[in-house]
């Protein structure tokens, strides 16, 4: 069974730094490619960062770019995203995500909200 569950969240100051992690069970994480999304209250989840299953490749959304690094740890089935120089509209839930066997499967998310 897919489990994915983040941590990390909460409250910072603009210009400020959090670190989300996520942990995976039930698959074979080191064969995926893993993702974070985030969606901020009214508007649709949208996708924040990617990493593919070996680490050698990275993607972000142009908002984060600069700002954001996606990392994975393939040992202890973890991917993590770094936040930087973070900005009131980073506020939102953050989810981790896989596609696997046709299907996407979502954590409960982590709440980030940056506000002084």
């Known amino acids: 069974q897919v489990r994915l569950v983040e941590s990390g969240g909460g409250l910072v100051q603009p210009g400020g730094s959090l670190r989300l992690s996520c942990a995976a069970s039930g698959f074979t994480f080191s064969g995926y490619t893993m993702r974070w999304y985030r969606q901020a209250p009214g508007k649709a989840r949208e996708l924040v960062a990617l990493?593919?299953?070996?680490?050698?490749?990275?993607n972000y959304a142009d908002s984060v770019k600069g700002r954001f690094t996606i990392s994975r740890d393939n040992a202890k089935k973890t991917v993590s995203l770094q936040m930087n120089s973070v900005k009131p509209e980073d506020t939102a839930v953050y989810y981790c995500?896989?596609?696997?066997?046709?299907?996407?499967?979502w954590g409960e998310g982590t709440q980030v909200t940056v506000s002084s």
């Open positions: 995500n896989v596609y696997y066997y046709a299907s996407f499967y």
């Open positions: 990493i593919t299953a070996t680490g050698t490749s990275t």
